[in-house]
């Protein structure tokens, strides 16, 4: 029996949905990308994406797919092992709906999409909560939503949630659900989850996002006599034993030295402070369909750089773009005042897309590591790694 699913976008999560109930049902399937109006020509206007044909019969609707997937395959144990588990399995898939419909009004003002003002965006964020609660009470304590394997219901709760745990979870949210985290780490540690999905990440606190000003009514007021402004709090890091490093006086120095290898060797014996600096890698976490073009990859890159510009008198850093098209990677080696995370980096809109290494540049290998990426420019790297892009934040 041979399954056909179309799907349009790499990143679309009912497509990606739809693609492990396929895999998880020892189901022979073929995965062809198409567009709507490529669908809307051959299968006429009744159809959406995501698609699918069994045996020249089509059907599209997420639901309605993964029921009939499950159903084609008892075995795969999708749509629970009785009739009760059946209706038990619809219900949690019926009110996977309500937490979509809040997910993404929250998500779509998250990710750039929509525009909200905070008001509007606080009363969706709360429905979005509200409906991650109520999957938090049909779960409890249970591994899966129904019996003891994994179902249809679960596969659909995790897929939602993929997006917007990964910009929008709080520690607040995360307290009220946490048979629910435990539960999306499981499903999204299934292999067959991270074909399709990749390596999921769950934020430990949420974006910040542009808001809509709200239109305020122009009143009269009396003039009152201006308040003074406030002294701002001092960073953590101006708090910090002195430093015998100039950072500016580091930057210009080894930026524009002639003999990079040697300017490194001199930094490390000589002038850099180890007492008040630390080194760190910093390697994006790619999501499928990302790293396959270099200009879009680029974007990040410069992107992730713009944004640490604010940070950039505590620190110095090289980020950089590696391998080839379809497939690239982007990490780099920093430079920054203390030796801990510092709250400036963690305020970053990007910071979360990355995983921080400590590196310990008394340790050979690590040494060796940081002086490959501070001095290597256009490339390769020592051990032949192609470098397709570099920037330093300065």
């Known amino acids: 029996m041979s399954l056909k699913i179309f799907y349009e976008n790499t990143h679309g999560f009912n497509a990606n949905i739809v693609k492990v109930a396929a895999a998880l049902s020892g189901a022979e399937y073929e995965i062809v990308k198409t567009t709507s109006d490529e669908l809307k020509e051959t299968k006429g206007d009744k159809f959406t994406l995501p698609y699918i044909e069994v045996e020249e019969q089509g059907l599209s609707e997420v639901n309605t797919i993964l ?50 003002t905070a008001a ?6 709360e ?36 997006l917007p745990f990964r910009v929008l979870m709080d520690p607040g949210t ?31 606190r949420p974006i ?27 960073s953590k890091l101006e708090t910090l034993p002195p430093t015998t490093m100039d950072l500016n006086e580091f930057k210009y120095w080894f930026i524009n030295h002639t003999d990079r ?49 604010p940070f950039g008198k505590w620190s110095y850093g090289v980020q950089m773009i590696y391998g080839e098209e379809p497939n690239l990677d982007m990490k780099g080696v920093w430079m ?20 921080p290494k400590k590196l310990d540049i008394d340790n050979a290998e690590d040494r060796a ?10 490339g390769p790297m020592k051990d032949g790694t192609i470098i397709a892009n570099w920037s330093y934040q300065k």
Request: net charge positive; with cysteine.
């Open 174 to 204: 995360s307290k009220q659900i946490p048979n629910l985290l435990a539960h999306f780490e499981r499903i999204s540690g299934n292999e067959s989850f991270k074909k399709f999905f990749g390596t999921t990440h769950v934020a430990k």
């Open 336 to 355: 920054w005042r203390g030796h801990e995370i510092p709250q400036e980096l963690k305020d970053h809109a990007q910071f979360d897309y990355y995983t």
């Open 67 to 116: 029921r009939h997937i499950a159903r084609l395959h008892p075995d795969s144990g999708l749509y629970g092992k009785t009739l009760f588990e059946n209706a038990l399995v619809d219900t949690v898939m019926d009110r996977a709906i309500t937490l979509f419909k809040a997910s993404h009004a929250v998500g779509a003002v998250a990710y750039g999409h929509a525009k909200a």
């Open 261 to 309: 290898d040697a300017a490194f060797e001199e930094f490390y014996t000589s002038r850099l402070d180890k007492e008040g600096w630390s080194f760190w890698e910093l390697s994006y976490i790619k999501y499928p369909g990302e790293g396959e073009q270099l200009w879009k990859t680029n974007n990040l890159l410069n992107g992730f750089i713009q944004r640490a510009e």
């Open 120 to 125: 509007e965006f606080k009363a969706n964020k």
């Open 208 to 234: 910040k996002i542009q808001f809509v000003k709200e239109e305020k009514k122009v009143k009269e007021e009396k003039k009152q006599a201006p308040k003074k402004a406030e002294p701002k709090p001092k």
């Open 369 to 378: 590591y940081i002086k490959d990426v501070w001095t290597a420019k256009d």
């Open 127 to 162: 429905k979005y909560v509200a409906a991650l609660k109520h999957l938090e009470e049909l779960l409890g304590g249970k591994d899966f939503f129904v019996g003891d394997a994994i179902t249809i219901a679960d596969i659909k709760v995790a897929g939602i949630c993929v």
